[in-house]
């Protein structure tokens, strides 16, 4: 018997190739000398045989550690079968069907993603998730909500009771592809093999097909749907309603709703996360002297102090007056952004008292103007 080659030279990679790296030189060979495209070509066989091999040493990074460190001899000087023992094109296939685009399958389709014998669908097929988007309030966030929704989904049909044959009639080999699921056609030397579009890769079809739903046992309904959204869920958010979708063949389970939660804008907060944020104007006087107000929350009213001397752009804090955390308890605060609201519409009395002000503060303060600050950097 002749010598192993070293098996990163079989596949043509360096020594430092990714994993993704030699999982595409294993399948540009596989292709290449794929038993399928060769027919009676022993010498391709062989190849075939050996890329495979450098694969399975190469492929597993538990293996591929012992081929770098004791090589050939990590997998036993004696083991005729190198690396992964195969002994004929079945074990490949079994082994490697992920690579050919199936579960397994000789088929040259495979490689191609044709549909080989691993991918086709068998027994009853689960019913299609479903994906809804819900508008929510900031409150209803805040508190949780209950929601019923209406949707149309599939269900099983009321005259065949899902069987999808009229009068109880059932399924028969189709003809197309004789029960295989699959068609093939040549291309020269290429053999695809492809879902039979008479059966859709099931190999049957309904003899005499539901005149109601057409012989596919499913009609589609509107449902109204009851959902349950939790307390403090942000936006984006996904929740998976299980069995709420479309309706899965005979014996095969419903398909799942998903809900988007979408928060709509709201006039007064806007959210941070658990925090929100409200801006709330105030008189050059109530911030100038100080003042108790009111301050507007979610969930009501609560007091809050300003205090004299606070400037325009001020944050305050409002401490578990936000929305409630989502994986843990507690709330989140409410930040209260102060600015100064300048009125435009001034009595007489207002507008001289300003002015007595305005000229006690610049000769009595003894602080420079913002002016005169302003041109203080320029002189």
Known sequence: MSEKRDYYEVLGVAKSASEDEIKKAYRKLAMKYHPDRNKGDTGAEEKFKEAAEAYDALGSPEKRQKYDQFGHAAFGAGAGAGAGGFSNMEDIFSAFGDIFGGGGGGGFGDIFGGGGRGRRQRGPRPGRDLRIVLDLTLEELDEGVTRTVSLKRFEHCGTCK?????????????????????????????????????????????????????????????????????????????????????????????????????????????????????????????????DKVEIPTLRGKVEMTIPAGTQSGKVFRLRDQGLPHMERRGRGDQLVRVFIQVPTKLTDRQKELLREFGEIESTESGDKSFFDKIASYFS
Do not use: W
């Open 162 to 290: 899902g069987a999808g044959g009229q009068d109880g009639s059932g399924k028969v080999t189709c003809n197309s592809c004789g029960g295989r699921g699959q068609v093939q056609r040549s291309q020269g030397f290429f053999t695809m093999a492809t879902t039979c579009p008479t059966c859709r890769g099931e190999g049957q079809v309904i003899e005499n097909p539901c005149k109601s739903c057409k012989g596919s046992g499913k009609q589609q309904e509107k449902s109204e749907i009851e959902l349950r959204i939790p307390a403090g869920i942000e936006e984006g958010v996904q929740l998976r309603v299980s069995g709420q979708g479309d309706v899965g063949d005979p014996g095969a389970p419903r398909g799942d709703l998903f809900v988007v939660v979408r928060e709509i804008e709201h006039k007064m907060f806007q959210r941070m996360g658990p925090d929100v944020m409200t801006e709330i104007p105030f008189s050059f006087a109530q911030l100038t002297l100080g």
